[in-house]
């Protein structure tokens, strides 16, 4: 008799186990039991016994339930806290305190489950280059970094670039990009900004360009997943020259300044359950000068903060130093490091 009670005990440990577990129910009739962590964008992600984290996407459930409180923000910004119960035709229903039960809330309704709160402090840093020898004795240099603070209503974001690269031991590229910009948010999407920019480039002639400008922005989405913002306003520009030509030193270069409107695209988005990032920053300057950068690529998480990029960054001057070629493109590949 002791080896079945053994036996009947380990049965009821294990659908102890069981019950005590949020399940997901998915359209295709398959189920899912652990701990739901999070839904944010368009996936939810829940942490099983078998696995440490699951990615499902969000129109893939068919509704769930938890033995633990959800925090769900809905779609119109209202906030609710309870245990989720399953219902039907794709809904679910919150209890509070075990006491008041919610209608159905359809899961197309829900924008946010236990959402993370906005990291204060965030940023990255990548390096890549390329050294050869023998019968090519070239180098080549890239460094990044960026960081951002993050407050509730106040968003600050500085960072950097700087290139080399030289043949043979002559020199074939120098350049250098700062820029920095403090945001403030008036309503969820539409905030004022300030921004600073300066780039360096000798082979352009370059000594300095800087830019100061104040403008309006319009956060189109954000979240973890998606981030989709467009700025636009008044700058001024001041591009000092060498005083001479790179390679023609018989050759004075004039300065350049004014006020230019200023517009700015930025994009990031995962994709492929959280397995690539990817992103593009477009910023203009336009009177009677042209400016343009841009910045084109993606990210692929390696291990505990490390990340592969691969980006394509594009300047574009059309009104370059004469000699000089209006637009300068670099192909990078980097590791790096975020947080």
């Keep these: 008799m002791k080896p079945i009670k053994s036996w009947k005990i380990a049965a009821l440990s294990l659908c102890a186990m069981t019950a005590h577990a949020d399940e997901v129910l998915l359209k295709n009739g398959d189920k899912i039991t652990g701990t739901v962590l999070n839904k944010s964008g368009d996936v939810l992600e829940i942490k099983t016994n078998y696995a440490d984290k699951i990615i499902i996407k969000w129109d893939a459930v068919e509704t769930l339930s938890s033995d633990q409180p959800l925090a769900v923000i809905l779609k119109d910004k209202q906030e609710l806290k309870g245990l989720a119960g399953a219902s039907k035709d794709g809904a679910i229903t919150l209890k509070n305190e075990g006491v008041f039960q919610t209608q159905p809330i359809p899961l197309a309704n829900i924008s946010d489950?236990?959402?993370?709160?906005?990291?204060?402090?965030?940023?990255?840093?990548?390096?890549?280059?390329?050294?050869?020898?023998?019968?090519?004795?070239?180098q080549s240099y890239h460094m990044d970094a960026g960081v951002v603070f993050d407050m509730v209503t106040d968003r600050v974001a500085v960072g950097g670039q700087y290139n080399y690269a030289d043949d043979s031991k002559k020199l074939s590229a120098r350049n250098f990009q700062l820029f920095g910009t403090y945001a403030h948010y008036f309503t969820d999407k539409w905030y004022g900004y300030t921004n600073g920019l300066f780039t360096n480039d000798r082979f352009q002639d370059i000594e300095l360009r800087s830019a100061f400008g104040v403008g309006a922005g319009y956060q189109i989405f954000k979240s973890p997943d998606l981030n989709l913002a467009v700025e636009a306003g008044p700058t001024y520009v001041n591009t000092n020259f060498y005083d001479y030509s790179y390679g023609n030193?018989?050759?004075?270069?004039?300065?350049?300044?004014?006020?230019?409107?200023?517009?700015?695209?930025?994009?990031?988005?995962?994709v492929l359950n959280h397995t690539v990032q990817l992103f593009h920053n477009n910023e203009g300057l336009i009177n009677e000068d042209l400016f343009i950068r841009t910045r084109t690529g993606f990210r692929v998480p390696v291990w505990k903060g490390v990340n592969f990029t691969n980006e394509i960054q594009a300047d574009y001057f059309d009104h370059p130093a004469p000699g000089k070629?209006?637009?300068?493109?670099?192909?990078?590949f980097s590791l790096g490091y975020g947080w």
């Excluded at 070629?325 to 990078?332: A, E, G, I, M, N």
């Design 113 to 138: 489950i236990n959402k993370a709160p906005p990291k204060f402090f965030s940023g990255n840093a990548n390096f890549g280059g390329a050294i050869t020898g023998g019968n090519t004795d070239r």
């Design 249 to 270: 030193p018989t050759q004075k270069l004039q300065d350049r300044s004014g006020i230019a409107g200023r517009w700015a695209v930025n994009y990031d988005q995962y």
């Design 325 to 332: 070629q209006s637009l300068d493109t670099r192909y990078l």
